[in-house]
């Protein structure tokens, strides 16, 4: 599976920009590259996906560099409830079985 | 409407005894995945299902572990002679996969995890 590098954790203050990176130079053609988040004593939810453009939802924004190497998760405006593990995944487009390969994520503190 | 839910959400057993947790998935869901986290640890794929294939098992860890899904919809997975090291939380989430071209959706629905002490 190809893997992702992710920094060990971050700090934000509330009500801020965040940028979360995650680094995927081995990343196929048929990749898509997805962001779940952990919050404290939960199941990991779904935050966005894409495969090569900029995406856009009610929860973040996804930026994609032209190569796919890397991507950058953005969350708008930083708030206390976004405080969690945040998982960057490559998940093939293509086959039966798209099992979810989780790192270790990237923890984000927000400060109020 | 209602999510992906499991139980027990706790359970301590002691050495040597056999647990059963349970998943109830997102009705009309057909592909349904268990993963177990660790403490301090990313998620770990255990088993797959989808619809009436052969499970994809690869990720069980032990023959100890066994799991199953009836009548397509709840998911039991069981741990025998349960190890000090099968301590973690138990995760189960399930998908929708179209009828037509059997593609699964992009997003996994998970549930809150039933979290297993071994003494």
């Known amino acids: 599976d190809a893997k992702t590098t992710q920094p060990n954790s971050m700090e934000s203050n509330e009500e801020e920009p965040v940028h979360l990176p995650c680094n995927h130079s081995?990343?196929?053609?048929?990749?898509?590259i997805h962001w779940y988040r952990q919050l404290p004593s939960q199941g990991p939810e779904y935050v966005i996906h894409?495969?090569?453009s900029n995406v856009n939802n009610r929860m973040a924004s996804l930026a994609i560099a032209e190569d796919r190497k890397s991507s950058t998760l953005i969350l708008h405006r930083a708030t206390l409830r976004d405080a969690a593990v945040y998982y960057c995944?490559?998940?093939?487009?293509?086959?039966?079985?798209?099992?979810?390969?989780f790192g270790k994520g990237i923890t984000l503190s927000v400060r109020p | 409407g209602a999510g992906v839910s499991q139980s027990p959400s706790n359970k301590v057993t002691e050495k040597g005894k056999d647990v059963e947790l349970r998943c109830d998935p997102i009705?009309?869901?057909?592909?349904l995945y268990w993963y177990r986290q660790s403490l301090g640890q990313g998620l770990e794929f255990l088993i797959y299902?989808?619809?009436?294939?052969?499970?994809?098992k690869s990720g069980l860890p032990s023959d100890r572990f066994s799991a199953e899904r009836t009548g397509g919809s709840v998911s039991t997975l069981t741990i025998q002679r349960t190890q000090q090291e099968d301590s973690a939380v138990y995760l189960c989430?399930?998908?929708?996969?179209?009828?037509?071209?059997?593609?699964?959706?992009?997003?996994?629905?998970f549930g809150p995890g039933t979290r297993l002490t071994v003494l």
């Open positions: 989430a399930s998908s929708l996969v179209a009828a037509t071209t059997g593609r699964e959706d992009n997003e996994q629905f």
């Open positions: 081995t990343i196929s053609g048929t990749d898509y």
């Open positions: 894409g495969l090569t």
């Open positions: 995944i490559l998940r093939p487009g293509t086959g039966a079985n798209s099992k979810l390969t």
């Open positions: 009705s009309g869901h057909t592909a």
């Open positions: 299902f989808q619809g009436n294939s052969a499970p994809d």
